[in-house]
Structures are given as C-alpha cells and as structure tokens.
C-alpha cells in the first residue's frame, strides 16, 4: 500500500468491476468512476509513468539514491473533490495499487522534499523544520482561456481547429528556445485535456533550480503583459529586439499572423474587432485616420483581396511608412500581442506548485493527457485526442478479459504510449545513467585524493 496520511477516502470503493457493455464497441459517451477504474485497471502507463520519475535512481548502482522517488508528493482529487496531497510511494506496484483502490479523478506531481511528505508531521514534531522542495521539474503551463480577448471562434474552456494553433505557437516558440537559448534536452509538452498545454523540462540541471532561477527564466520569456484593463500588453523597447524575440517574430509569429490568425479570426472583419487593434497604435492621428478610411469604405464582396489582408496591409504601410516617428515597432508589437505565448508566470516560479500528471483523464472532457510531439505539433488536434469512452470500446474489441499485460497497444493509446517511451523516456533515462555513474566516479576519486593525504 502506498504510504498516505491525508484524509481517509469516505468513499467506499470497490473491487475493480468489470463493464458489461452491450455491442462490440458501443460505450456510451462519458466519464465516471467506473470507466475510470477500467482504464487505471487497464491501460495506465505505470511502469514508464514510474521509472520516467525515478530518474535512474531505482537501479542498482551504488550510486542510485534510493530514497528519492519515496520522497515526490503526488496528489490526487478524488470523487467529489475530496483532495489528498502528500501522498509518496517506494515503487511502482505500490503507485498502481492506491491508484486502483482510490480511483482518483485527477492526479498531480509536486516536487521532490527533503524528507517523504507522508511523514512530514513527524519531523515537524521533533522540532527539525526540515520539510522544504529540493527538486522539481521546470514547468510551464499555458490555457487558451488567457487568449479570450484575440479570439472570436470560442470562449473560455471552448477550443477549436481555428483557435488551438495559438497553443502550438506557443510549443514552437518555448521548445525551441528551451533548447537553443539554455540548453535543455528532455523536455516532455502535454496536452491538458481540455483547454491548453503542459510543458516539463525534466534535464537534472532543470530541476535543480532554485525558485529565483525559475522566475527568471520565466521572465526570458515574458513579453505580454499588463493587468485586465491596460489596453496596451506589450511594448518591445529598446532600438532592436532581444535575438530571442526576433527569431521568434520572423521564425513564426509573423507568418502565423498573417496567414493563419488574420483570416480564421476575421480580426479586421468589423468595426469592434478592427478598433482593437488601432488602440495599440500609440498615435491617435494615425489611429483615426486608418479608422475613418475603413469605415468610409465597406469593402465590397466582389473584391478579388480578403478584407483582412488588405486592412492589415494598409495598416503596415501606414506604420512602416517612416513619416510618423516612433511608430516602426507598432506593427512587431500587434503581432506580438496577438500571437505571443501567454504563461502563467506563477507556475514556472515556485517548485512547489503541482501539475497534473501526463495520461490522466479531464473528467469534463473524458480526453487522455497524452504527450504532444513538438517536432509535430502542427499535426496535434485536440478534438481527436482519444477519450475514455472509445478506449473502453477499443478495449471491447480487443478482447475485454484479455490478461495482456500490453493490452493498450491494442488501443489509440498505443501511438502516445509510445512516443512517451522512445522519444522521451528512453534518451532521459540514459543521460540519468550517464550522470550518475560520472558523479559517483567523481565521488570516489575525491575520497581517494583525500586519502592520498
């Protein structure tokens, strides 16, 4: 059993049952408890989901730290929002088991204390206030909600083929920024199930770093700002642009703005939608003066050019002209605004904050988490992501007594299962050997030399 002191379940939760679905595949849409215990029971990724978070310290190796995976917090939001935290487990048989018995309806990953947080009151208890978060995945998180002032297709948890490429600008963006700019490797971007992305940098460096570290990496990557009302959120300063801010506006932002954003959101299709873009422009002249052309001038249907493309032509003409100072950043700036990958700064910054784990269920949804390829992301649709109700019916067909232990690759899990394991876990798990062998080397050369003495 895993080791938990949080509040006892008052649920009372039965042995696995078995769904008796009519129909080779006919489950009907939906998320419950008792889906949810066929696919803990099930399909699951244990054994990778486990060993990705040893992070080779579950091997023999003397220098191995046993403890280590003991002393992760895991979180889990039963039915009802019963909420258990520090919950710690020594092995992955003793995760799987508390997931089975307690089918939680979500789980989180904390960090890494000092101490195993299941038995944190009793070194609270000897005085000893050692009880603090030593290591913890780098963590990003980014909701389409936050884009609700740039986008006319949906509205707050709502996302579509025309809105989701905000989210995949965003992995491209960061991705390879994360890579490039600080050298990071084994970066893991999750789909959330329902309304955004994940992203867990997951190199020894990544989680080492102390909360002020954190913070200013996030800062890198903080362009949009300003509260609620402030009408203008970026302002790039300075006579050139950060190299990281202008790779980004010529690599991507500006031809997804262009040929992507500018059309499937009509942004200059009416007088609203047009008015907020004008109000980024710092010169009121030129503001009213570009307002009054178009107003004047209701585009007729026959014209061969989109209103779209042909507004924000005359708009970049205007601004990139030279005849009004100041002016020339104007255009970057919308781009910016409307394109620009918008973070919840307060994840990234504390190693505390938890995240829900990959291959969790959203019960409101009923989509798996799966992991998002960002070589591929362009291919990414959120509305075809696998959900519970048509993997209990995969199941069905595959055989639903069938005791295989890799019966999910028999599902639409199988391809997510899979990019989890060889493209992530696999290089993760080898440059964690590599790091260990060359510290506990190092260690013993150290001993020795001190020897030598």
Not at 138 to 148: A, E, K, N
Not at 318 to 330: A, D, I, P
Not at 340 to 348: I, T, W
């Amino acid at each position: 059993m895993g080791r938990d002191d949080g509040l006892v379940d008052p649920m009372e939760i039965d042995g696995l049952q078995q769904l008796q679905v009519e129909g080779p595949t006919a489950v009907p849409e939906g998320f419950n408890a008792d889906y949810l215990r066929v696919y803990y029971g099930k399909l699951f990724p244990y054994g990778d989901f486990f060993k990705w978070l040893c992070y080779g310290n579950d091997g023999k190796h003397p220098g191995c730290d046993q403890s280590y995976v003991g002393r992760r917090e895991f979180s889990f939001t039963l039915e009802n929002d019963i909420y258990l935290r520090f919950q710690s487990f020594d092995s992955a048989a003793e995760l799987e088991s508390s997931i089975k018995e307690k089918c939680p309806f979500k789980i989180d990953i904390g960090p890494v204390y000092s101490v195993d947080p299941a038995k944190r009151h009793a070194y609270a208890q000897s005085g000893n206030n050692v009880f603090i978060p030593v290591e913890r995945e780098l963590i990003f998180d980014v909701d389409i909600s936050d884009y609700d002032d740039v986008r006319y297709c949906c509205s707050g948890a709502d996302v579509c083929l025309d809105c989701w490429p905000l989210m995949t600008i965003t992995i491209k963006i960061l991705d390879t920024s994360l890579r490039d700019d600080f050298g990071f490797n084994h970066i893991l971007w999750v789909y959330s199930g329902r309304r955004g992305v994940h992203c867990w940098v997951c190199d020894s460096r990544a989680r080492k770093l102390s909360n002020e570290q954190r913070a200013a990496i996030a800062d890198y990557f903080r362009v949009y700002k300003g509260g609620e009302n402030a009408v203008k959120k970026v302002s790039l300063a300075g006579p050139v642009l950060h190299p990281f801010l202008a790779r980004s506006y010529t690599d991507v932002l500006e031809s997804f703005f262009e040929d992507k954003l500018l059309l499937s959101q009509q942004l200059f299709a009416s007088e609203e939608r047009y008015q907020k873009i004008l109000d980024l422009i710092p010169d009121e002249n030129v503001a009213s003066e570009l307002h009054d052309k178009w107003q004047g001038n209701r585009r007729s249907s026959i014209s061969k050019e989109d209103v779209n493309a042909a507004r924000w032509k005359q708009l970049k003409l205007t601004l990139q002209s030279g005849k009004h100072k100041g002016l020339r950043r104007c255009v970057e700036e919308i781009v910016f605004s409307y394109t620009y990958p918008r973070l919840d700064m307060e994840v990234s910054k504390h190693m505390n904050h938890l995240l829900k784990a990959p291959f969790c269920i959203h019960p409101k949804t009923g989509r798996v988490c799966i992991p998002i390829d960002p070589s591929n992301c362009d291919d990414f649709d959120p509305t075809a992501v696998p959900t519970l109700s048509q993997l209990l019916g995969e199941l069905n067909v595959a055989g639903f007594q069938a005791d295989c232990e890799n019966i999910w690759e028999r599902t639409s899990l199988e391809k997510s299962i899979s990019f989890f394991r060889t493209s992530f876990l696999q290089p993760l798990l080898k440059a964690c050997k590599e790091e260990l062998e060359s510290a506990y080397n190092a260690k013993l050369q150290q001993s020795k030399s001190s020897l030598n003495w």
